[in-house]
C-alpha cells in the first residue's frame, strides 16, 4: 500500500494561520480522516484491499484495489463493484454522523461539545454534495450506472457536477463578499480544479468510447 502527502496542503496550513483559522481548519482536518476511517473500514468489511492513501489539503483519500470477480456479476447495467463502490462512499458520512450522535450524547463542556459538532457537520456536507469525487457524487454515480450504465452515469455525473459548482461558487461568492471568511474561496478554488481534473478524464473516455463505436460500425458494415 503506497503513502502521498499533497504538499498543498502546507500552503493550506499558512493561509489558515495567518487567517486565525488554524484550529478549526485542524479540527476539520482530523474529522476528515476519521471520515476516511469510516471508508476504509466499509472497504475491508467488503473484502476489498487498500491500494493507497493521500494525505491532502481537505482531508485523506483512500483507493482500494480493485477484484476482477466483481466485474463478472451483473447488477441491471452495472455490476458488485458498483454497489460495493457506494457502501464505502456511504460509510464516510455516516461516520460523521455517528460521532455527532455520540458528542450529543456525552456530558462535555458545550464549547468544545458545539466545536465537534459543526467540524463533523461540515465533514458530512460538504461530501454529501452531488458533484465528483466527493462521496454524494460517487454515491449518485454509482447508483446512475447501475441503471443507465458506464457511459451515461459518467456523462450524467459530470454535468450534474458542473451544475453543482457553479450553485456553489455563485453561494459561495455571496458568502466571501457577507462574511468575508477566506475559507470559502479556497474550497471553491479547490473544488474547480477537482472539476477541471474530472472533465479532462471524461473527455478522454468519451473520445475512446467514440472511437470504439466507430471501429464496431465500419466492421459491421464491412
Same mark, same amino acid.
Given at each position: 500500500?503506497?503513502?502521498?502527502?499533497?504538499?498543498?496542503?502546507? @500552503?493550506?496550513?499558512? !493561509? *489558515?494561520?495567518?487567517?486565525?483559522? &488554524?484550529?478549526?481548519? +485542524?479540527? $476539520?482536518?482530523? #474529522?476528515?480522516? /476519521?471520515?476516511?476511517?469510516?471508508?476504509?473500514?466499509?472497504?475491508?468489511?467488503?473484502?476489498?484491499?487498500?491500494?493507497?492513501?493521500?494525505?491532502?489539503?481537505?482531508?485523506?483519500?483512500?483507493?482500494?484495489?480493485?477484484?476482477?470477480?466483481?466485474?463478472?456479476?451483473?447488477?441491471?447495467?452495472?455490476?458488485?463493484?458498483?454497489?460495493?463502490?457506494?457502501?464505502?462512499?456511504?460509510?464516510?458520512?455516516?461516520?460523521?454522523?455517528?460521532?455527532?450522535?455520540?458528542?450529543?450524547? @456525552?456530558?462535555?463542556? !458545550? *464549547?468544545?461539545?458545539?466545536?465537534? &459538532?459543526?467540524?463533523? +457537520?461540515? $465533514?458530512?456536507? #460538504?461530501?454529501? /454534495?452531488?458533484?465528483?469525487?466527493?462521496?454524494?457524487?460517487?454515491?449518485?454515480?454509482?447508483?446512475?450506472?447501475?441503471?443507465?450504465?458506464?457511459?451515461?452515469?459518467?456523462?450524467?455525473?459530470?454535468?450534474?457536477?458542473?451544475?453543482?459548482?457553479?450553485?456553489?461558487?455563485?453561494?459561495?461568492?455571496?458568502?466571501?463578499?457577507?462574511?468575508?471568511?477566506?475559507?470559502?474561496?479556497?474550497?471553491?478554488?479547490?473544488?474547480?480544479?477537482?472539476?477541471?481534473?474530472?472533465?479532462?478524464?471524461?473527455?478522454?473516455?468519451?473520445?475512446?468510447?467514440?472511437? &470504439?463505436?466507430?471501429?464496431?460500425?465500419?466492421?459491421?458494415?464491412?
Amino acid at each position: 500500500m503506497r503513502f502521498k502527502v499533497d504538499l498543498k496542503i502546507f @500552503l493550506f496550513l499558512f !493561509m *489558515f494561520y495567518f487567517t486565525n483559522q &488554524i484550529d478549526t481548519y +485542524l479540527m $476539520v482536518l482530523i #474529522f476528515a480522516f /476519521i471520515h476516511e476511517m469510516g471508508h476504509l473500514l466499509s472497504g475491508l468489511l467488503l473484502g476489498m484491499k487498500p491500494n493507497k492513501i493521500e494525505l491532502k489539503p481537505y482531508g485523506v483519500s483512500i483507493s482500494f484495489k480493485i477484484k476482477p470477480d466483481d466485474y463478472n456479476i451483473k447488477l441491471l447495467k452495472g455490476n458488485l463493484l458498483e454497489i460495493k463502490k457506494i457502501i464505502v462512499a456511504t460509510a464516510g458520512p455516516i461516520t460523521n454522523l455517528l460521532i455527532i450522535f455520540i458528542i450529543l450524547q @456525552l456530558n462535555m463542556d !458545550m *464549547f468544545v461539545g458545539l466545536k465537534i &459538532i459543526y467540524s463533523n +457537520l461540515l $465533514v458530512f456536507l #460538504f461530501n454529501l /454534495i452531488p458533484f465528483y469525487p466527493l462521496d454524494g457524487g460517487r454515491i449518485l454515480k454509482g447508483i446512475l450506472h447501475i441503471i443507465f450504465g458506464k457511459r451515461k452515469a459518467e456523462k450524467y455525473i459530470n454535468n450534474i457536477s458542473f451544475v453543482c459548482l457553479i450553485i456553489i461558487t455563485l453561494l459561495g461568492s455571496i458568502a466571501i463578499f457577507y462574511i468575508q471568511n477566506v475559507a470559502f474561496f479556497i474550497i471553491i478554488i479547490c473544488l474547480w480544479v477537482m472539476y477541471v481534473k474530472e472533465d479532462i478524464i471524461h473527455k478522454r473516455k468519451n473520445k475512446i468510447y467514440n472511437l &470504439i463505436e466507430k471501429t464496431i460500425e465500419i466492421n459491421a458494415n464491412s
